[in-house]
């Protein structure tokens, strides 16, 4: 199969690339990148006004199978990812029951095979059930194919163990992603402050979420092992990050869309629909999330998509789990809140979103060169939009972007040379 992708302009962070050209994709490989190519194909596409990145890849989202299959599958939540130009996702393990074993990881990794759109690259648990007590066999998970170790959701609330379990991943050359949320100030449904006030809810304490970064930071530094913190959300948090890395300490972290997208304020317009974990901050958070990624102290952003069905979500604010979906609309916030406002230029975003994200996991992808395999994105950058429920390709339509006019739109996605989206 010979895919000839015509006029597009390239953008790549390895080789900083940013240029009109032409690509030839040969089977599952980049065989050709000049700027201009003749040759037959079985398939051209004309590229012109179309960017062509890396294929996105997205290091913390959550597929639910198995046993939460009423809020979405490996199969649609794969639909839903390439629909948004990821080429690769990493699942989290707070499914049922947990990936604490070979066995149960084996079985994930062979349904993403069986739904062959996206690479899918799933996380092991930290401890054994994510109950925080007895660590997995680090060494059988990553041979049984664990991209990296967390816990999710649930914090590992034992110093002693996360300790264990940072140092154990490290020496196998891997990391634990991890959940910071110190419970005994996290309780509650929203950011503490005005809104939470107004809506007559219990709010969380921005410390919860850096109490906790701090102490993985500690670890991190005293044991000269690799720590990553998972989707950061406030001031504080970032500036402890960006402090750490300074002094060389082996910390990375990441943020998701909606972090550098809305404020608590948007809980008045979406209500559950934009309510997660962490929650979303102040606007002084916003704007030092966004200074993170321009400053390169936050690495890669994620979406933590994290589907639910409408009946939970339909609970007062207190009870409603917390989560949206994001695979669909990552690219769209992206270019709006980074692009348009001069915080980053493609290059940088490719960095936060392809090239960035394939380190950290250890993965040969990221980029756009001869010789390397085709996972490639490609959209038009202009194209705006309203964004409706009837759009969503994810089973769950728990998201604040419905109703909300959007810019850039996902044409294709290239997985292994094969098209798997194409809108």
Same mark, same amino acid.
């Given at each position: 199969?010979?895919?000839?992708?015509?006029?597009?302009?390239?953008? #790549?962070?390895? &080789?900083?690339?940013?240029?009109?050209? #032409?690509?030839?994709?040969? #089977? $599952?490989?980049?065989?050709?990148?000049?700027?201009?190519?003749?040759?037959?194909?079985? /398939?051209?596409?004309?590229?012109?006004?179309?960017?062509?990145?890396?294929?996105?890849?997205?290091? =913390?989202?959550?597929?639910?199978?198995?046993?939460?299959? =009423?809020?979405?599958?490996?199969?649609?939540?794969?639909?839903?990812?390439?629909?948004?130009?990821? *080429?690769?996702?990493?699942?989290?393990?707070?499914?049922?029951? &947990?990936? #604490?074993?070979?066995?149960?990881?084996?079985?994930?990794?062979?349904?993403?095979?069986?739904?062959?759109?996206?690479?899918?690259?799933? %996380?092991s648990s930290v401890t054994k059930g994510e109950k925080g007590e007895e660590l997995v066999n680090f060494e059988e998970m990553k041979q049984a194919g664990a991209v990296a170790f967390s816990d999710d959701g649930i914090p590992v609330v034992n110093s002693k163990i996360?300790?264990?379990?940072?140092?154990?991943?490290?020496?196998?050359?891997?990391?634990?992603?991890?959940?910071?949320?110190?419970?005994?100030?996290?309780?509650?449904?929203? =950011?503490?402050?005005?809104?939470?006030?107004?809506?007559?809810?219990?709010?969380?304490?921005?410390?919860?979420? @850096?109490?906790?970064?701090?102490?993985?930071?500690?670890?991190?530094?005293?044991?000269?092992?690799?720590? =990553?913190?998972?989707?950061?959300?406030?001031?504080?948090?970032?500036?402890?990050?960006?402090?750490?890395?300074?002094?060389?300490?082996?910390?990375?972290?990441?943020?998701?869309?909606?972090?550098?997208?809305?404020?608590?304020?948007?809980?008045? $317009?979406?209500?559950?629909?934009?309510?997660?974990?962490?929650?979303?901050? @102040?606007?002084?958070?916003?704007?030092?999330?966004?200074?993170g990624l321009k400053e390169g102290t936050i690495d890669c952003i994620i979406t933590d998509h994290a589907p639910h069905a409408e009946e939970e979500k339909n609970q007062d604010l207190g009870k409603a789990p917390n989560g949206i979906i994001g695979f669909e609309t990552? !690219?769209?916030?992206?270019?709006?809140?980074?692009?348009? *406002?001069?915080?980053? &230029?493609?290059?940088?975003?490719?960095?936060?979103?392809? %090239?960035?994200?394939?380190? !950290?996991?250890?993965?040969?992808?990221?980029?756009?060169?001869?010789?390397?395999?085709?996972?490639?994105?490609?959209?038009?950058?202009?194209? @705006? %939009?309203?964004?409706?429920?009837?759009?969503?390709?994810?089973?769950?339509?728990? &998201?604040?972007?419905?109703? /909300?006019?959007?810019?850039?739109?996902?044409? %294709? *996605?290239?997985?292994?040379?094969?098209?798997?989206?194409?809108?």
């Open positions: 199969m010979k895919l000839l992708l015509k006029k597009g302009r390239l953008i #790549d962070y390895k &080789t900083q690339t940013d240029a009109i050209k #032409d690509i030839l994709i040969e #089977d $599952n490989k980049i065989t050709k990148i000049e700027t201009n190519i003749n040759v037959q194909a079985d /398939k051209i596409i004309d590229c012109s006004n179309l960017n062509i990145i890396p294929g996105m890849i997205d290091i =913390h989202c959550h597929l639910r199978e198995p046993g939460f299959e =009423h809020k979405e599958t490996i199969k649609t939540g794969s639909q839903s990812a390439v629909a948004g130009g990821f *080429t690769t996702i990493c699942p989290m393990p707070n499914t049922k029951p &947990t990936p #604490d074993s070979a066995i149960i990881l084996e079985q994930i990794i062979q349904e993403a095979k069986k739904v062959n759109l996206c690479n899918v690259l799933p %996380y996360m300790r264990q379990a940072m140092i154990e991943a490290d020496k196998i050359g891997s990391f634990v992603a991890s959940h910071c949320e110190e419970k005994s100030v996290a309780e509650g449904a929203i =950011h503490q402050g005005e809104v939470a006030d107004k809506l007559g809810v219990e709010g969380v304490l921005p410390e919860a979420e @850096e109490i906790m970064a701090a102490r993985e930071i500690v670890i991190s530094e005293t044991n000269h092992v690799r720590g =990553h913190i998972c989707h950061i959300s406030t001031k504080t948090s970032k500036d402890m990050i960006r402090d750490a890395k300074k002094r060389g300490v082996k910390i990375t972290c990441e943020t998701c869309p909606h972090y550098f997208t809305f404020t608590v304020d948007e809980v008045l $317009n979406s209500g559950t629909n934009a309510k997660m974990n962490p929650p979303l901050r @102040e606007e002084k958070d916003r704007k030092a999330i966004i200074e990552a !690219l769209s916030a992206e270019i709006m809140n980074l692009i348009d *406002t001069k915080a980053l &230029t493609y290059l940088d975003l490719v960095r936060i979103t392809s %090239y960035n994200p394939a380190k !950290l996991i250890g993965i040969d992808r990221g980029t756009i060169e001869e010789g390397k395999i085709a996972d490639i994105t490609i959209f038009d950058p202009n194209e @705006e %939009y309203t964004y409706t429920k009837e759009m969503i390709v994810s089973k769950s339509k728990n &998201t604040p972007f419905i109703g /909300k006019k959007l810019k850039g739109k996902v044409k %294709y *996605t290239i997985v292994n040379g094969k098209i798997v989206y194409e809108n």
